[in-house]
């Protein structure tokens, strides 16, 4: 595979997310993952083979209302290998506030995830953010007393 086209299973993958688990082609976000896939989330863990990410997406999508990613910013590492990265910023509603990257400085809405993806199937993706998405964990951050 090239760049192009691994970072266009990524792009499916990230508007997947945003279409509710859909893909463009109505096909379950699942569908774009190996059957021995690992995904990781922050404050979840790993998880390994498609009934565990299931569990997953289903233990944090039940979390969040809505999500939309900002396509126009990502910013891309591409490899020339199975390995990717795409970082960026997004919106949404969490069930306990809504988020907006910037919206304050330093909460929710940036990301980075790392893939990897080969014979068009993402093999492992790990998700790097904070998912405190309505920034309510502020008193064990002193230095955000003051804002």
């Excluded at 691994?6 to 688990?21: H, Q, W």
């Excluded at 309505?134 to 008193?139: P, V």
């Amino acid at each position: 595979m090239t760049d192009e086209q691994r970072k266009s299973v990524a792009l499916e993958y990230l508007k997947g997310f945003d279409n509710g688990g859909v893909t463009s082609d109505g096909s379950p976000l699942l569908d774009l993952f190996a059957d021995d896939a690992q995904v990781y989330f922050p404050k979840w863990g790993l998880a390994t083979g498609k009934d565990e990410i299931a569990r997953l997406f289903g233990d944090v999508g039940a979390t969040i209302t809505s999500i939309r990613h900002h396509y126009a910013g990502f910013n891309w590492i591409l490899t020339g290998a199975d390995t990717l990265v795409c970082e960026g910023t997004s919106h949404g509603e969490h069930r306990d506030g809504p988020w907006r990257a910037g919206v304050p400085e330093w909460g929710a809405g940036r990301w980075c995830d790392v893939f990897e993806i080969r014979d068009w199937r993402i093999q492992r993706v790990f998700i790097y953010l904070d998912p405190d998405y309505a920034g309510a964990d502020t008193a064990r951050y002193p230095w955000l007393a003051d804002e």
